[in-house]
């Protein structure tokens, strides 16, 4: 079992930065695969950022390539997600995800076992 508690949502204006934390706990040496979801009011969740942790392998959604960064503290198995230039289209709840088994892609929902609570972000313009 893994255990994710994210941090550090909130309000932030059009073209400005936030850092989110992701503190993993449990069976973390198990653990595979992480990544970054978000989901918007009326919308599917979809993929922010997901990597392989052992290799680094990563892979970015397009929406957010360039202005957002996936940061891995490993001795701590905490990792970030470095928001910059943000617009009113990242608003959402933002989830960190993680799993012990390899896939063969990093981008799809149902591949990834434990779920963090989420955290908001509202980007204001």
Excluded at 21 to 36: H, K
Excluded at 61 to 71: C, L, M, P
């Amino acid at each position: 079992q893994v255990q994710l508690v994210e941090s550090g949502g909130g309000l932030v204006q059009v073209g400005g930065s936030l850092r989110l934390c992701c503190v993993a706990s449990g069976d973390t040496f198990r653990i595979e695969r992480m990544a970054w979801f978000r989901q918007a009011p009326g919308k599917e969740r979809e993929l922010v950022v997901g990597i392989r942790w052992k290799s680094a392998g990563h892979h970015y959604a397009d929406s957010v390539k360039g202005r957002f960064v996936f940061i891995r503290e490993r001795a701590k198995s905490t990792v970030h997600l470095q928001m910059n230039d943000l617009k009113p289209e990242d608003t959402a709840a933002y989830y960190c995800a993680a799993d012990p088994r390899y896939a063969a892609t990093l981008y799809k929902e149902d591949d990834y076992a434990y779920w963090g609570q989420g955290t908001q972000v509202t980007v204001s313009s």
